[in-house]
């Protein structure tokens, strides 16, 4: 079992879940396998194929929490909750990703050591050279496309990779996001949470991956998801036009 090294960083990944017992073994196994002393925390909104009872077994056996929702409550909500646990339990840095292997935990420690660099914010890129996307359609990859440039335009966003859910942040970047009230309960949260660390002027790093297709398990995105994430695009741009205060790009 590892031992949290307290001279250390203390790392706490942070991983919403929803129907993926297909998937969670393997990754927590390779979570816990990495040269590294870290703790995760697993969010699940009740997923109806047991993947919280998997991971109270793991529970037993590795520095790992799991907070059990009532129902599904969105992306963004879990992680507004296990951001808040990793926080109470003295995190200096947060990272959060998704249970589906579409983001390689063998790539964990670079986000480490770029943070460590000192970056305030690492997020993997599919969008910067070296990173790409396997196993999507051209439809897909056009719509994703899209969506970005148009955020990006929108928003006066620096990130080439805006919708990215692969990424470490240092502590005091999760509480001044938490002290905002991010309204977003989706995969908007990405947007949202981007946008006001852009705002603020937080050093942001871009390191390459390679962002695979789930290969087990059903996606989560949503028509409605898809929706909420150009109105949460509007409504920033309407407040940020109500402020009246440049949208500052990274320093």
């Not at 590892?2 to 001279?7: A, E, H, I, Q």
């Not at 808040?84 to 063998?106: N, R």
Request: charged letters at 25%; proline letters at 5%.
């Amino acid at each position: 079992m590892p031992v949290l090294d307290t001279s250390s960083p203390r790392i706490t990944i942070v991983i919403p879940t929803y129907d993926e017992a297909e998937n969670i073994t393997l990754l927590l196994e390779k979570i816990f396998s990495l040269p590294l002393s870290l703790s995760v925390i697993v969010v699940d909104d009740h997923s109806p194929d047991g993947t919280g009872a998997i991971v109270r077994s793991f529970a037993q056996r590795f520095p790992l929490q799991l907070i059990a929702r009532p129902r599904k409550l969105g992306l963004g909500s879990a992680y507004r909750a296990g951001f808040q646990k990793a926080l109470e339990d003295g995190a200096d840095f947060v990272m959060e990703m998704d249970a589906d292997f579409s983001h390689d935990p063998v790539l964990i420690p670079q986000f480490i050591q770029t943070i460590r660099a000192g970056a305030d914010v690492v997020i993997g890129s599919r969008r910067i050279p070296g990173g790409s996307i396997t196993d999507w359609s051209l439809r897909r990859r056009f719509a994703s496309a899209s969506a970005i440039w148009l955020s990006r335009l929108v928003l006066r966003l620096k990130t080439q990779d805006i919708t990215s859910g692969f990424r470490c942040f240092r502590a005091e970047v999760v509480r001044f996001l938490l002290a905002r009230g991010i309204q977003s309960d989706g995969y908007a949260f990405q947007e949202e949470t981007l946008y006001l660390i852009e705002r603020r002027g937080f050093r942001v790093r871009e390191i390459p991956i390679v962002f695979r297709d789930r290969r087990r398990g059903k996606s989560k995105l949503s028509r409605k998801e898809i929706l909420a994430f150009f109105a949460t695009l509007f409504r920033l741009r309407i407040q940020a036009f109500r402020d009246r205060r440049p949208i500052a790009g990274r320093v």
